[in-house]
């Protein structure tokens, strides 16, 4: 007798995918399209269904500056290798000549500075981030529209073959690495000229091997503002964690809040279980101490006297 079949859902991601989704959406802003492609790729890697002998993935994000495309990428390091600056970073500007390539790949031995050159794209440097847990690389060219052909004949290489053959003959291995591509000429009619404007830029056998091309919108006032919390979380977090940093704000707490609010106490101004308010004035530039709703109003300068 035949077994009913199960339906199935293919929509459903496993819980590292899911948890990757939710913390890049966290990080990064008003740009859910990249996480969900980002989050598709990794799936796929997890359940070791991408292409073999390529990178893992190659994404070509496109977009106005300031939209989110690096930070996306130091956003998926940090998830995974539990750092951002586990990012190769490559700014194209500076590989617009065939001659600069050799700062990627070292000079060829006989060449004047071989042994003094280190390449930027060394296994070493791919590998320095990686641990037991995430043995991915992540590797960013920034501004890849403005690179040398060069480049483009160096990165036809890692996205056909997931191998970069350095000045000195050694191997490198990209095939557990995530290449990024951040363009900028599209800042028109985002999606369809975005787009349009990536193939008239770049080669026809440079995009048949990227995976993702996603264009990034521009952020509207809600957005920016979310921007800015994550931000300001992000220097607190700095704050707490820097042992000198924290002597600094107990220093400031002391001078500018303890202080005065101990003379407030000693001249009777305020008394246990009142209710003490504190602003800034920007006219007089400095803190100001107010009593709650319903009692008489006590006004002292923060001074630090």
Not at 161 to 177: P, Q
Not at 286 to 300: D, H, I, M, N
Request: charged share 25%; glycine share 8%.
């Amino acid at each position: 007798m035949m077994r009913p079949k199960t339906k199935l859902d293919p929509t459903k991601t496993g819980t590292e995918t899911e948890q990757l989704e939710s913390s890049l959406k966290k990080l990064v802003v008003g740009q859910d399209e990249a996480v969900q492609q980002i989050a598709d790729i990794h799936q796929m890697h997890l359940a070791g269904l991408n292409a073999p002998g390529r990178p893992i993935g190659t994404f070509l994000f496109l977009g106005p500056t300031g939209t989110g495309k690096t930070r996306i990428v130091q956003a998926v390091a940090e998830c995974l290798a539990q750092t951002p600056r586990a990012v190769v970073k490559i700014d194209c500007g500076e590989f617009q000549h065939s001659h600069e390539i050799a700062k990627l790949v070292g000079s060829p031995p006989g060449y004047l500075g071989h042994r003094e050159t280190h390449p930027m794209l060394s296994q070493e440097m791919r590998n320095q981030h990686h641990s037991e847990k995430c043995k991915v690389s992540f590797v960013l060219f920034d501004e890849i529209e403005k690179a040398s052909d060069a480049l483009w004949n160096l990165l036809l290489g890692i996205l056909d073959k997931a191998t970069l053959t350095l000045g000195d003959n050694r191997k490198v291995d990209f095939s557990r690495a995530i290449p990024g591509g951040d363009g900028e000429n599209t800042a028109r009619k985002i999606s369809n000229s975005g787009l349009e404007a990536a193939r008239r830029k770049f080669p026809p056998e440079f995009l048949n091997r990227v995976d993702k091309i996603v264009v990034f919108h521009p952020l509207g006032q809600n957005q920016l503002r979310n921007v800015l919390d994550i931000e300001l979380n992000v220097v607190q977090r700095r704050v707490f964690e820097s042992a000198g940093a924290n002597a600094f704000v107990l220093q400031a707490i002391e001078r500018l809040l303890v202080h005065p609010m101990s003379n407030l106490m000693a001249t009777d101004q305020i008394h246990g279980g009142d209710t003490l308010c504190v602003d800034f004035d920007s006219c007089e530039n400095q803190l100001v101490f107010l009593k709650g709703p319903g009692e008489p109003s006590a006004r002292a300068a923060a001074t630090g006297n």
